[in-house]
């Protein structure tokens, strides 16, 4: 249930009614999820060793507790929460463990960020194939809820990019999975929401680039079909796409927006690659025009973050891209990849609500009804959302898929009292626009998603795969989060 602030209280856990080990009083810690709308309270350990993660695994045991992951806590909803439980925060596993700088191969420990990753590499001439929003999120967690980017329809989601992963099971037992090794688990935990194992290494395959720009293009789209027929034409010569959509027009031009499209640089292309490549030139600066600190900027955004304010900033973006025309210029990759980085604390904009974001995925022979109808629906309910993003997708082969040869739209609600009931009726209503578009949804972005709605688009014999993979590693159901009890009781 939506709330300005829901926080779950400490109360009775049938798995602890029979403590023979009571855990710590210090380690309780109240653990907000990403998009502020929810927090709970859990026993919060920071684990630096597999020995010291298979301690407390045993602990959990003997507390009657359960096991929940955390990863650098970007999961909009409650993926990376475990009420009155224990909860593993995992940042501080943060070892690269190998570095191959000719074949762009690298393992490294759960805790290790994006940010960490990309740093490390690009001066040797490689960047992560798969990078999402902000760069903060943790190598383990993009992998346990199998993250897309801005290139979802050509690289994929980043498990199309690991290569193998060890995993430690909760009898304390560490399995080597890939795609010949132990499969069925390798397609599970990846996308598997940290409910199989804990991945205690990881090996990505990276990609070569040969400069540390980006050739970016922008264009203004007048409508929903316009932007879909814009990244028809475009997927096939784009390295990356992505849209902005104004959820506040309507009429002729419901669904217009922006698209930036962006492709690497070819060898030779460049000609100071030794320069754009160094870690001083991809740096975001701490200040906007050299002046106001970007740490501060949500203030100034707060008073905006309502209904007339954002159709102010929408209406003014859209023109400003419309007016100007198409643009094409040169970028650094993390600048064009980590927008939500541009403003530190961004979210608080919202107030102390917080949001909560809506993200389905349409087939694209239903995607430009399906978005249409989604986005009266908001309007009429009063509840547009604030920020809109539009990308393309593939299939892939992971277990609990969120991918299909389609399109996704996240859209950004702002949460308060009076909002949280209308929300949560909207998201009700959403929800069978996109089943009956044979739609699916993600569960790094999910805050509203009910069992029955998961089990229609996942079908009955995936939920039984991976409830049957579940038991065969952790037949104690040791490992479960708030998203787990929620979605799958």
Known sequence: MLS??????????PRAQALAEPLPA?????????GGASAS??????????????????LARRSGRSVGLRGGGNSYGDAAMNSENILLDMRRMNRLLAWDPENGR?????????????????????????????????VAGCAAMNVH???????????????????LLPSGEIVACSREENSDIFYAAIGGMGLLGIFTALTLQLKRIYSGLLEVETQAQPDLAGMVRYFDENVARSNYIVGWIDAFAGGKA????????????????DPHPSQTLRLDNQHLSPNMFGVLPRSIIW?????????????????????????????????????????????????????????????PFIPKETAVDAFAEILRLCQQRGLPNYLSVFKRHRPDDFLLTHGLDGYSLAMDFRVTPARKPRIAALARELDEIVLAAN?????????????????????????????????RCDPEDLLETDLWRRVFP
């Open 439 to 471: 739609g699916r949804f993600y569960f790094a972005k999910d805050s509203t998603l009910r069992p029955e709605i998961a089990a229609a688009y996942l079908g009955a014999e995936t939920i039984r795969q991976f409830k049957a993979l579940k038991q």
């Open 299 to 359: 203030l100034f955004m707060r008073p905006l973050m309502n209904n007339p304010g954002t159709t102010l900033i929408n209406t003014a973006k859209y023109w400003a891209g419309h007016l100007g025309g198409s643009k094409k210029y040169r970028q650094p990759h993390a600048a064009f990849h980590f927008l939500l980085d541009y403003v530190p604390d961004w979210k608080n904009a919202y107030g102390p609500g917080g949001l909560i974001q809506y993200q």
């Open 106 to 138: 690298i393992q490294v420990e759960p805790g290790v960020t994006i940010a960490q990753l990309w740093q490390y590499v690009l001066e040797d001439g490689w960047w992560p194939p798969v990078v999402t929003g902000t760069s903060n999120t943790t």
């Open 26 to 34: 210090e380690r309780l810690e109240t653990v907000e999820a990403w």
């Open 149 to 167: 980017g801005k290139n979802a329809y050509q690289a994929g989601p980043i498990g199309d990019h690991i290569l193998a992963f060890d995993l």
């Open 41 to 58: 309270v859990s026993y919060v350990y920071r684990p630096t060793t597999v020995e010291a993660l298979q301690e407390i695994l045993a």
């Open 4 to 13: 300005e602030k829901t926080v779950y209280p400490m109360s009775d856990n």
């Open 254 to 269: 419901l669904g217009r927006g922006d698209v930036h499209l962006a492709n690497y640089l070819p060898p030779g292309a």
